[in-house]
T-cell receptor, first 114, second 111 residues
């Protein structure tokens, strides 16, 4: 089946630093990828839709200057959390539209900001 | 987008069958019903998808009545490793799913 690889799986950083998370579709091309955030015991919350070759579409309430998304190729989208603060600590998940219009998800990235 | 309603949680024991019903009264003609499973600290994993009647794969069965206003995910003979959150999503295309992750159903399987 289609595989979406997300890296790193866990990152700990100091407040004020930036963190980049990568999302790759390994065996298919993904023109659209999605980025979610999930807090403990809560559901996935969509942050933005990433389209290859164009600007990402952010959901209401998500700061585009803080969460930079780049989708430079058909197999790679990146999310950069700029100037991270403790309140940005969360589980970040990406997904991509794969074969048969199904959504395939990455394994997630646990971000802890100290 | 069709709104979905699922039970918040369900408890079961090993070896039992678990049935999770999802209500989607406003499902559109072209909408599919898809179920995902999520373990703690992992991304959701596709389980099964259907449009009408019954779909079965090696993991689960999906029962969809004729009016399609609800669907039931059936997990046969669950084990401890089936403890997870199960999400019911409804939409025509994968782009529809982005907004329809509800609270999901937390299934806890006990020995």
């Amino acid at each position: 089946g289609a595989v979406v690889s997300q890296h790193p799986s866990r990152v700990i950083c100091k407040s004020g630093t930036s963190v980049k998370i990568e999302c790759r579709s390994l065996d298919f091309q993904a023109t659209t990828m999605f980025w979610y955030r999930q807090f403990p015991k809560q559901s996935l919350m969509l942050m933005a839709t990433s389209n290859e070759g164009s600007k990402a579409t952010y959901e209401q309430g998500v700061e585009k200057d803080k969460f930079l998304i780049n989708h430079a190729s058909l197999t790679l989208s990146t999310l950069t959390v700029t100037s991270a603060h403790p309140e940005d600590s969360s589980f970040y998940i990406c997904s991509a539209t794969g074969p048969n219009e199904k959504l395939f998800f990455g394994s997630g990235t646990q971000l802890s900001v100290l | 987008l069709a709104k979905t309603t699922q039970p918040i949680s369900m408890d079961s024991y090993e070896g039992q069958e678990v049935n999770i019903t999802c209500s989607h009264n406003n499902i559109a003609t072209n909408d599919y019903i898809t179920w995902y499973q999520q373990f703690p600290s992992q991304g959701p994993r596709f389980i099964i998808q259907g449009y009408k009647t019954k779909v079965t794969n090696e993991v689960a069965s999906l029962f969809i009545p004729a009016d399609r206003k609800s669907s039931t995910l059936s997990l046969p003979r669950v084990s401890l490793s089936d403890t997870a959150v199960y999400y019911c999503l409804v939409g025509e295309h994968s782009n529809d799913y982005k907004l329809s992750f509800g609270a999901g159903t937390t299934v806890t399987v006990r020995a």
